[in-house]
């Protein structure tokens, strides 16, 4: 009896010890936002919509959603930003800002795709469509896109696209095509179709979608170099 209540006392010190406390960068668009996970779950978030304020506010909301929740840095497990594509300035400051506070915390860093990331989030609101195709602004008529299958396997690789597009052409007749994210609204300009379409505002696309891709990110282990992690810009930038 004793060793069997040792045996189950170690099992729940294991479990809780694996739940990991995770902070999700996003910072593709001009949102600047953040969530944090603790001990496994959700806790909080913080979504700033004002224009160009990432590089001022980003390690204040950080700050702000940890001592809130009584956590410190050094007690985080990882950091999780979204890794793009997108603003080009968004990107180069949560990745200088997670290198630092994983640099500091000797903690590991990891990078979720952001067009993976929509997609995920798009398949919370239409859980049956067929195909999901997001779409990140990258100025005039041209979009970083992918296209996923319904369980959010690649199909077409990121690319960056000018529309109207042959690749995405054929999936603008079909009703269970999902396009969303800040570049799918140009497609309406382009085309009339029969896809579903999320609108930025409809799809408030947030760090609270990157909290489940963290979490099985870190329990695959899945980690980027620190030391030589960049943006996915998907394009020169010049």
């Not at 996970?37 to 001022?56: E, L, M, P, T, Y």
């Not at 000018?162 to 690749?167: K, T």
Request: hydrophobic share 45%; charged share 10%; net charge neutral.
């Amino acid at each position: 009896m004793v060793w069997e209540w040792k045996n189950n006392y170690l099992f729940v010190a294991l479990f809780i010890f694996c739940m990991p406390s995770i902070i999700c960068i996003e910072t593709s668009s001009v949102v600047c936002s953040i969530a944090l996970i603790k001990d496994g779950r959700w806790v909080g978030s913080i979504d700033n919509h004002d224009h160009n304020v990432h590089a001022q506010y980003l390690t204040t909301h950080i700050a702000q959603l940890l001592e809130q929740q009584q956590l410190s840095i050094k007690q985080l497990n990882a950091i999780a930003i979204s890794s793009g594509p997108g603003s080009y300035t968004g990107l180069r400051i949560a990745t200088s800002v997670a290198k630092g506070l994983c640099y500091a915390a000797n903690i590991p860093l990891i990078a979720i795709p952001t067009l993976s990331a929509l997609a995920h989030a798009a398949q919370q609101q239409f859980r049956n469509a067929t195909y999901y195709i997001p779409m990140i602004d990258a100025r005039r008529m041209e979009v970083y896109t992918a296209i996923f299958d319904t369980h959010l396997q690649i199909i077409l690789a990121p690319q960056a696209i000018i529309l109207p597009h042959l690749l995405i052409n054929p999936y603008l007749d079909k009703p269970e095509a999902v396009f969303c994210g800040n570049g799918a609204n140009k497609i309406l300009s382009v085309s009339d179709f029969q896809a579903t379409y999320i609108n930025t505002a409809t799809l408030n696309f947030s760090a609270n979608h990157l909290t489940n891709l963290a979490l099985l990110a870190y329990q695959n282990k899945e980690f980027v170099d620190i030391a030589y992690f960049e943006p996915f810009y998907l394009k020169n930038n010049y």
